[in-house]
């Protein structure tokens, strides 16, 4: 970490504390993140056409992934409510892995920015896809969940180098 960097969700005798973003001028801000869910081929062509036992995988995971976004403040104890305006939460096969990789954008006009909450879409967006087909194989593995982009606010643009 930068020299001139300090962590702000730290008061001055170490205790976790929720930074005051009232000073702050209210910018657009959009994080995109991305993770995958890795599994075997049988289980993904049974994601694919839509036969898994407990339903629809990829809508339910969709809609879990949005849910999420909105409800980031109340998983993560020093996260802003925040008026989210956009989420996105795509899932796309990717026959490779073989599994699904998971991608999340959320957008809002505030005082403060939306990388957690678009982590926690495709971090929760991927323990649905896992939940609903753990039946079928319980070795799939969550990996790579991470930031892909951030732009607005004081700290600026971050794009992970290989994203």
Do not use: F
């Amino acid at each position: 970490m930068p020299k001139n960097r300090k962590l702000t969700h730290l008061g001055a005798g170490g205790e976790a504390r929720m930074v005051d973003v009232s000073p702050k001028g209210a910018t657009e801000r959009v994080a995109s993140a991305e993770g995958r869910v890795v599994m075997a081929k049988d289980t993904l062509d049974l994601v694919l056409r839509g036969d898994a036992k407990k339903g629809d995988v990829l809508n339910t995971a969709r809609i879990a992934g949005i849910m999420a976004a909105k409800k980031t403040h109340e998983l993560i104890p020093l996260c802003h409510p925040l008026p989210i305006s956009k989420v996105d939460v795509n899932l796309v096969a990717d026959t490779k892995l073989p599994g699904l990789i998971v991608r999340a954008t959320v957008k809002v006009l505030g005082q403060t920015g939306v990388e957690m909450e678009a982590l926690t879409a495709v971090a929760v967006a991927c323990l649905t896809v896992y939940d609903m087909v753990k039946a079928l194989e319980r070795s799939m593995r969550i990996e790579g969940i991470r930031l892909l982009e951030k732009r607005g606010g004081r700290s600026g643009h971050y794009r992970a180098a290989d994203a």
